[in-house]
């Protein structure tokens, strides 16, 4: 079978897909870490010692957050996309093996939030799972067979801008780490708002 001719469904790879995600979200709350022995921390100082997982409490918030984003955002493009060829496959592939490596990556950060190596290596994680969903959809809409047939350029070019918006800032949160690695993850909290002031904007713009 020739390259040009592998297509498949979409379907298998978004069942696989929310496989990887839901296990991945699952493990991160396994990061933060009790002591194996409960006598190990006095009952009185046992709101203190909580208080002192902030950061790993921080950072499987955001972790969980950004993974359903990224959930979200899989399944949008695959609202388009109905068939996927070798090289979608692979893409798609790829981006799994990245999404499962998360919850150590979030482990690494909540451990050692003071390294740069951690927080570049956290931060790297989420660049690289976004490059390949951009790559995904990129793919899909060069092959017009692949997506449906009534989208427009509008829906094209906003997702295109999000997945930029997020590897600039994802580049940003790079160079924080090796200045100040406590605050590098913080440029991520703007893509929570990103998407809802993209519509704000449409809406001015079609007033």
Known sequence: MSQDKFELSSERIQSLTDGIFAFAMTLLVINIDLPSTPHKIDP???GKYLFSLWPDFFHY??????????WVEHHQQFYYIKKI?????W???LNLLFVALFPFSTSLM???SSQSIAAAF???NLLVIKIFLYLNWVNAISNKELIVSDINEEIIFEKKSHHLFFIITSLIG???AFIIP?????????TFFHRSILKNKKKLYNK
Request: no cysteine; charged share 15%; aromatic share 16%.
């Open 91 to 93: 893409i798609n592939i």
């Open 110 to 112: 909540g451990d050692y």
């Open 122 to 124: 956290f931060i790297s």
């Open 61 to 70: 918030v955001l972790s969980f957050i950004l993974l359903s984003l990224f």
């Open 182 to 190: 406590e605050w590098s993850t913080l440029p991520f909290v703007l």
């Open 85 to 89: 060829n070798r090289k979608a496959l």
């Open 44 to 46: 009185e100082l046992l």
């Open 174 to 176: 790079l160079v924080l």
